[in-house]
C-alpha cells in the first residue's frame, strides 16, 4: 500500500447522502433544499466539501423519485466548478449510500471516500483536508494498526444515561469512553466497500457508515471537529446555522 500511496494521487470521492424526509423538522418534502441564508441546505453543504483540495468528485445520493428536482434546484445554486453528479438513493440512510458507492468507478473504490450528511452545512474544510492528510499518512506509515476510516465528532459534554421503555434510567454510561459520532466519515474506499457488501448479505443495519466498517472487523478513529458542525434537525437550528453562516462571510 505503502509504494502505491507514494507514487500516485489518492483520489477522494465525497458522498452527500441527502435522503432525509426532514420528518422532526415538519418539513414537507424533506429538509435538504429547504431554504438556508438564501440557499438550500443542501448546496452549502456540496460546497463545503468541495472546497476541500483533496476532494474531486462529488455525488449526491437522493430520493429516488425527485433526483431531477434536487439536481435543478441545487446545481444552479452552487459556486463549486468540481464535477457533482446525483443518483437515486434507497429507503434508508444505508442504502442509499450503498447506492453511490455502486456508482464509484474501479480507481475511487480504491481511493478514499468520504461520506456527509447533506444537511450538514457548516462543515469547516480545512478540517476535511487535515482529514484526508491524516487517512494518508496512517495508510502509508501505521497499516498495522489497520485504521480504516476517520469520523467526525466531539467528545460528550453530557452525562449520558441508559434508560428501559419506561424511560427509568439502567446505567449511567462513562462520559470519559463517549463521543458524538458526525459527520464526514471519511474510509479507504475498498474497506468501506466490503462493510457495505457485509452489511448487505448478513441484514446488518447501521447507525452510521462506522458501524458498518467497525462490523467488518476493523478500526476507525475519532477526530475533534468544530462545535459548530450542526446538523439541521430540529426547528431553533436553522436560526443557528443561519447565524453561523452570516459570521462566516
Not at 468541495?50 to 452552487?78: K, M, W
Request: proline share 3%; with cysteine.
Amino acid at each position: 500500500m505503502g509504494l502505491l500511496h507514494e507514487h500516485k494521487k489518492i483520489p477522494v470521492t465525497a458522498i452527500i447522502a441527502a435522503g432525509g424526509t426532514g420528518s422532526r423538522l415538519g418539513v414537507a418534502g424533506g429538509k435538504q433544499l429547504m431554504p438556508l441564508a438564501g440557499r438550500s441546505v443542501l448546496s452549502w453543504s456540496i460546497d463545503a466539501i468541495a472546497a476541500a483540495s483533496h476532494v474531486g468528485e462529488l455525488i449526491v445520493s437522493c430520493d429516488p423519485e425527485r433526483v431531477n428536482e434536487y439536481e435543478e434546484t441545487v446545481r444552479q445554486e452552487l459556486f463549486t466548478t468540481k464535477s457533482v453528479r446525483f443518483v437515486g438513493g434507497g429507503n434508508t440512510r444505508q442504502k442509499s449510500v450503498g447506492q453511490a458507492l455502486s456508482a464509484l468507478s474501479p480507481e475511487q473504490s480504491e481511493g478514499i471516500v468520504l461520506i456527509h450528511d447533506g444537511a450538514r452545512p457548516l462543515v469547516k474544510t480545512e478540517e476535511v483536508d487535515a482529514a484526508c492528510l491524516t487517512l494518508i499518512d496512517l495508510g502509508k506509515h501505521d497499516a498495522e494498526l489497520g485504521i480504516a476510516g476517520l469520523v467526525f465528532g466531539q467528545p460528550s459534554v453530557d452525562t449520558i444515561k441508559r434508560v428501559g421503555n419506561d424511560t427509568v434510567i439502567t446505567a449511567t454510561l462513562k462520559r470519559a469512553e463517549l463521543w458524538c459520532a458526525q459527520t464526514p466519515q471519511i474510509f479507504w474506499g475498498s474497506e468501506l466497500t466490503c462493510a457495505y457488501d457485509l452489511a448487505e448479505v448478513s441484514g446488518v443495519q447501521g447507525t452510521d457508515d462506522a458501524s458498518l466498517v467497525e462490523h467488518l472487523g476493523r478500526s476507525v478513529k475519532m477526530i475533534t471537529t468544530s462545535r459548530t458542525n450542526i446538523k439541521i434537525t430540529h426547528e431553533e437550528d436553522i436560526a443557528l446555522a443561519e447565524y453561523l453562516l452570516s459570521r462566516s462571510k
